[in-house]
């Protein structure tokens, strides 16, 4: 995010050039939609078979997989209707035997204390406290946690 602000601030100079020039090239990793282009369904098609290979990787050697989804600023502030990436990583989920743990509602709840007021990118503490409780709920749910 930094960089495409630092792009749009620097105008037409050599390194606005070179910083829009890789934004473009990797246009796909900064997209959250998954049909935003097709270089960002490309991207999004590649992350989601590598999931779903490390499910049956980890499936076939008894191993639970937990997929645990933070949201960004944007969706907290309109956590409805959900996202297209939390739909379709809970998707690949669901399909691949995964535990899904969406962060997006329990940290809408909480509103912006949830992340660092730093970056507001990151978990603060009570972002962490939030996704732990999500986690042991989730793993609970599924019957992989040993008894207490």
């Given amino acids: 995010w930094h ?3 630092k792009w749009k601030l620097l105008g037409e100079d050599l390194d606005a050039k070179t910083t829009r020039e890789l934004v473009e090239r990797h246009r796909g990793l900064i997209e959250t ?26 499936r076939a050697r ?4 937990a997929l645990i989804v933070y949201p960004t600023l944007p969706q907290m502030k309109a956590p409805k209707p ?6 379709l990583l809970r998707a690949t989920a669901a399909i691949e035997g995964m535990v899904f743990v969406d962060l997006l509602l329990p940290y809408a709840a909480a509103g912006e204390a949830a992340l660092l007021e730093s970056d507001k990118s990151h978990p603060s503490p009570l972002g962490h406290e939030i996704a732990a ?6 793993l609970a749910r599924a019957g992989v946690l040993p008894p207490r």
């Fill in 133 to 138: 409780r999500e986690l042991e709920a989730a």
């Fill in 62 to 65: 008894g191993v639970p997989v």
């Fill in 33 to 58: 939609r998954p049909s935003g282009s097709p270089t960002s369904k490309k991207y999004w098609d590649e992350a989601m078979a590598c999931l779903a290979e490390l499910a049956r990787e980890c």
């Fill in 82 to 87: 959900l996202p297209e990436a939390q739909d």
């Fill in 3 to 5: 960089v495409v602000q």
